[in-house]
């Protein structure tokens, strides 16, 4: 027998090392580009460091155990990281960052990221001056309670009351029906001693809508639920994601709470049950704004990790058809795979630069919010509503694409890929389904566009914010200046240019925003103008919105590439991170070109246009094509940019060294089947008496 040319486990190592030789980008200057300067990658890798070498923090057994035990394993490591904190003398930012490398979804997520930030931020002085240092120092652990088993998104319609009691200067909370027992809140069904709870305020017979009380939940002597109030656990999540969390429910019995623990930073009760205002209406809604703005970096840096693993087994598996050296080649070079591939890439590197500037915009917010400023919430809304949606659809599908892409062995747990995907899919249906979110975004995209053209339309477009500029083409477009894609499409589009593909994008959007408008007031006289809209129209206009948005931040990045002071990169790495950005812009535009070509924007934007004889869509795709070949052998050093160790990503088809194989044989020989002796214990009681009638039944037919 002729043994083979080369060994295939070897090979991987050799692949990935060629691959890794090829980039051309300073490794140390792109990494220091995500992570905003070396400062904060040199403190996550002094953290990571003593993480991975912590046996608390050991990942080997995690896939093999229970419910039960993963979340037990959760608190444990929560209780791991402030000991660390102690010992090291950690700063509360380090801890963050600490918590933040941890791919467990632990319920002290929701009282750092839900429960304390709402409560400082709308807490009244008296409350904050009593609570605030016991939830810093997590001296108490808290939970956001907003949704209902009968209500999530809808706000307005939860069914939990809180009536003022003016005798004893008292609120009652109340479950009232079964619907409105609080349902899913993080953290609550074992874990939480205390709660933010959302419920109807009630003065005298009159319904205030929604606010925020402060509520104690357990005993903080012995952790046992008080008096009057129902909690427990939901259960397990779908694909048994979320398992070391405790989302729970609740149900409260006439429970009584002092006047005070109405967070009264905005709205007040005075002692006479008089209401008084809050400056904005949907000041309460900060805690959802703080989330979603958390959000997009998040959902950047997980979508990292999906394309990191991904890319690396792309690399190193050969399959198919056999390549220049007389092997199979590496499926990464077939179009089907890094089409798909690098553009999650784009995406990832996208939405970690985007996170930075969203979280900046909201601390800028809420330090105006505690000013009694509100001038920037409504922007504020609008963006992240449409970021939300955006960020956590994007994150979903890209995650699972980098898992189809690894073919068979993309389903093995071991491979993380599917881990990460149960954890991240409940984001598209955080604050309810994303496609009731979408609403938002167009309704602000209305308001902005009747704004626009009251009056001077031409004096408007100074006033525009950031998230309905893209409105400002209508408007040079109706005074004479002419569709501007038309002198594009004269020269023909420079496909090369970030310009042409941001200016596009923020065009349909415009076009898209105006013909919902149209639509809306020819339909005005009937009894729901809404019977003329089309059933996808709030999720077209929503994605072209935000999508139109992200295209201008996406080209103020390209742009500060050149900016010396604000990117410390060498020349060659500009390049290729630019060429990157612009394979989102591009590859947004493809994803676009329904709507593009609907308006006849790849045309002229003329509607009395001549009839296009050739597809104007190929130059496009044929760039994208050019751009993906261009960035292959850049893929790998600009996915170790991320610089996600072995721990970090825990993936047996994503390990640093290529040697996926190797790994992939090491996991499974941990499997409890396989130490669980030679024959399974199951052999007597099932596969026996299987076999047995199965014989018994073959003997019988045997002897007609």
Not at 285 to 295: F, K, V
Not at 370 to 392: F, I, P, R, W
Not at 403 to 411: D, E, K, P, Q
Not at 417 to 428: E, K, N, Q, T
Request: with cysteine; aromatic share 8%; charged share 20%.
């Amino acid at each position: 027998m002729t043994s083979p040319k080369h060994d295939v486990n070897e090979q991987t190592a050799i692949d990935m090392a060629k691959a890794r030789g090829a980039s051309t980008i300073s490794l140390e200057s792109v990494r220091d580009f995500l992570y905003h300067g070396r400062d904060e990658w040199l403190a996550r890798s002094r953290i990571v460091d003593i993480l991975e070498k912590d046996p608390v923090f050991d990942k080997s057994k995690r896939d093999f155990m229970s419910r039960t035990e993963k979340f037990e394993r959760g608190l444990a490591l929560t209780n791991r990281i402030y000991e660390l904190q102690n010992i090291h003398n950690w700063s509360e930012q380090e801890t963050k960052v600490a918590l933040a490398i941890l791919d467990e979804q632990l319920s002290i997520s929701l009282h750092n990221v839900a429960f304390q930030p709402v409560f400082m931020l709308q807490a009244g002085p008296t409350l904050v001056k009593k609570y605030g240092h016991l939830i810093q120092t997590r001296a108490i652990f808290g939970c956001y309670m907003q949704t209902e088993l009968g209500h999530g998104t809808n706000v307005a319609r939860l069914e939990t009351t809180a009536t003022f009691i003016p005798e004893t200067q008292e609120f009652e909370i109340h479950s009232p029906t079964l619907t409105s027992s609080k349902w899913w809140i993080g953290a609550l069904g074992k874990t939480a001693t205390h709660g933010v709870v959302q419920a109807k305020l009630i003065l005298g017979e009159k319904d205030m809508g929604p606010h925020l009380f402060f509520i104690q939940l357990r005993s903080l002597e012995d952790h046992k639920v008080l008096p009057n109030i129902t909690i427990g656990d939901i259960g397990p999540k779908a694909m048994a994601g979320f398992a070391p969390t405790d989302n729970g429910f609740a149900r409260f019995n006439h429970v009584r709470i002092p006047k005070e623990n109405m967070l009264s930073g905005f709205a007040q009760v005075t002692e006479d049950g008089k209401y008084v205002q809050p400056p904005h209406a949907k000041l309460s809604y900060g805690g959802m704004l703080y989330i979603r703005a958390n959000m997009v970096t998040g959902g950047g840096w997980l979508i990292a990790k999906g394309a990191t693993i991904a890319l690396r087994y792309a690399t190193v598996r050969r399959q198919g058809e056999i390549g220049p050296d007389g092997i199979e080649k590496q499926i990464i070079s077939y179009p089907s795979v890094y089409y798909r591939l690098l553009p999650i890439l784009s995406r990832a590197y996208m939405f970690i630069q985007l996170g930075r500037t969203l979280t900046t915009a909201f601390d800028t917010m809420a330090s105006r919010l505690k000013q009694g400023d509100t001038s920037l919430l409504a922007e504020m809304h609008a963006t992240t509503s449409g970021l939300k949606v955006y960020v956590s659809s994007c994150g979903v599908q890209d995650l699972e694409t980098a898992r189809r892409s690894m073919g068979g062995h993309g389903y093995s747990a071991f491979a993380g890929v599917g881990r990460l995907y149960a954890d991240y899919l409940p984001s598209v249906t955080y604050e309810g389904d994303n496609f009731v979110l979408d609403q938002q975004v167009v309704r602000a995209a209305l308001k902005s566009y009747r704004a626009l053209f009251s009056g001077n339309s031409a004096k408007n477009v100074q006033s525009l914010s950031p998230s309905s500029f893209y409105l400002r083409h209508l408007v040079s477009h109706q005074t004479g200046g002419g569709c501007p894609a038309s002198k594009a499409q004269q020269r023909g589009y420079d496909w090369s240019s970030p310009a042409t593909s941001i200016h596009l994008l923020e065009l349909r959007a415009a076009f898209l925003v105006q013909a919902h408008a149209q639509t809306l007031l020819s339909g005005a006289k009937a009894s729901d103008p809404n019977e003329s809209v089309d059933a996808s129209t709030n999720q077209r206009i929503s994605k072209a919105v935000t999508e139109a948005f992200v295209a201008a931040r996406v080209g103020d990045m390209i742009a500060s590439l050149s900016d010396n002071k604000a990117v410390s990169m060498d020349e060659k790495s500009k390049d290729v991170v630019g060429r990157l950005f612009l394979l989102y812009l591009l590859t947004t535009v493809e994803n676009a070109l329904t709507d593009l070509l609907s308006f006849n924007l790849l045309n002229g934007g003329s509607a009395s246009a001549r009839p296009i004889r050739q597809d104007p869509t190929h130059p496009l795709r044929l760039y994208i094509k050019q751009t993906c070949v261009s960035l292959l052998p850049e893929a790998i050093g600009l996915s170790d940019a991320f610089g996600f160790t072995d721990w970090d990503l825990d993936s047996a088809l994503g390990v640093y060294d290529g040697k996926v194989y190797e790994n992939l044989w090491k996991r499974a020989q941990e499997e409890p089947l396989n130490t669980d002796g030679e024959v399974t214990s199951a052999y007597a009681s099932s596969i026996k008496p299987i076999l047995e009638r199965g014989r018994h039944m073959a003997e019988a037919r045997s002897k007609l």
